[in-house]
């Protein structure tokens, strides 16, 4: 029997996790399909229920609800409690099992950001959803001392740092509401910016003007586009450190992903080849960690190609 595997979140059409995910089945000939499913919240549980059958090796779960399907699974791994966010269901029987495969993709992620540099210690993180829970704790567990969480929505960020509690008591761990001046404020101190918000999709949209991003900062965008978000672009111009985008995160994660559902661990390179095939060829290897995993230097032309 062909197995699946479902991609449910809404919307999931822009997702590139189907077209990663078949290439390494078919590389391996595993007899699996990789298929998205746009579900809204009322059928949720249903969609989730529905994976307890024999003919699913599992489920990644996207936008918006990595946090929402942790109540409807049976066990969560180590990764999956400490955050609160499940991206990834496999099967043991008929019971379904939460990973967080978002934090095993990011460390590799900031490792390459940071390079030969000295690990930062001060972060501001832009958003406080699945993927910014994933950062914060890669961020506490990489040392981080001082971490600032603004998002839209203050209380999903206070609900954030009050998840991290325990983990945190050794640092400082806070919400700070959306505002310019506490941003610009918080970001003169900060050695690191990650985007874990949804914004920049767009190629005019940035989660914070340029004039607020001090040079020497290291800007990691989780957000992975067919080009340079405008954060990334605005940064290089202002004299960051280091820029990279969410290419390297999503290679992992994915990979983490196909070794949970397969036993096998995926084919790296096959894994960043048809990331870039999958977006019309549009970048080097270099461009966001690069094979060798370096992060691009900031020296790059500001917003030159991509490569
Ligand atoms: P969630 O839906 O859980 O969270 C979305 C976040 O974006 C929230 O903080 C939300 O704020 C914020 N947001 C959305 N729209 C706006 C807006 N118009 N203005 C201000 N804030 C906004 O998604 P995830 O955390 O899973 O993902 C967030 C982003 O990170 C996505 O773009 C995703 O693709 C990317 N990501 C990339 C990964 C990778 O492998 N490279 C891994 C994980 C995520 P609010 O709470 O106020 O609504």
Request: charged share 25%; net charge negative.
């Amino acid at each position: 029997m062909t197995k699946r595997v479902v991609l449910i979140g809404h919307p999931v059409e822009r997702s590139l996790s189907g077209v990663l995910q078949q290439a390494c089945f078919d590389a391996l000939a595993i007899d699996a399909t990789y298929e998205p499913l746009d579900r809204l919240l009322i059928d949720l549980p249903e969609t989730i229920g529905s994976l307890r059958h024999d003919e699913f090796l599992g489920a990644n779960i996207t936008v918006p609800y990595k946090e929402r399907v942790v109540p409807m699974l049976d066990r969560l791994t180590e990764e999956a409690q400490q955050t609160g966010a499940v991206d990834t269901i496999t099967r043991e029987g008929t019971r379904l099992v939460g990973h967080n495969t978002d934090v095993l993709g990011f460390r590799p992620a900031l490792d390459a950001l940071v390079g030969k540099q000295k690990m930062p210690k001060l972060a501001v993180v832009l958003g406080a959803g699945g993927g910014a829970r994933a950062v914060v704790y890669g961020l506490i567990t990489a040392g981080f001392q001082r971490i600032i969480v603004f998002n839209r929505h203050l209380h999903r960020a206070e609900n954030l740092v009050r998840h991290f509690a325990r983990s945190a008591a050794h640092m400082e761990l806070r919400a700070m509401p959306w505002h310019e001046s506490v941003i610009e404020a918080e970001l003169a101190k900060a050695k690191l910016l990650v985007n874990a918000s949804s914004i920049g999709r767009q190629p005019d949209e940035s989660p914070v003007s340029a004039e607020l991003l001090p040079a020497e900062i290291m800007v990691l965008d989780l957000l992975y586009q067919p080009s340079e978000t405008r954060l990334m672009r605005e940064a290089k111009a202002s004299g960051a450190s280091a820029v990279a985008g969410g290419d390297l995160m999503l290679i992992h994660q994915g990979a983490a992903a196909f070794q949970l559902w397969t036993g096998s661990p995926a084919p790296l390179d096959l894994l960043r080849d048809r990331l870039e095939e999958a977006r019309g060829g549009f970048g080097s290897h270099s461009r966001d960690g690069g094979r060798d995993g370096e992060a691009e230097p900031a020296t790059a032309a500001p917003g030159g190609p991509s490569a």
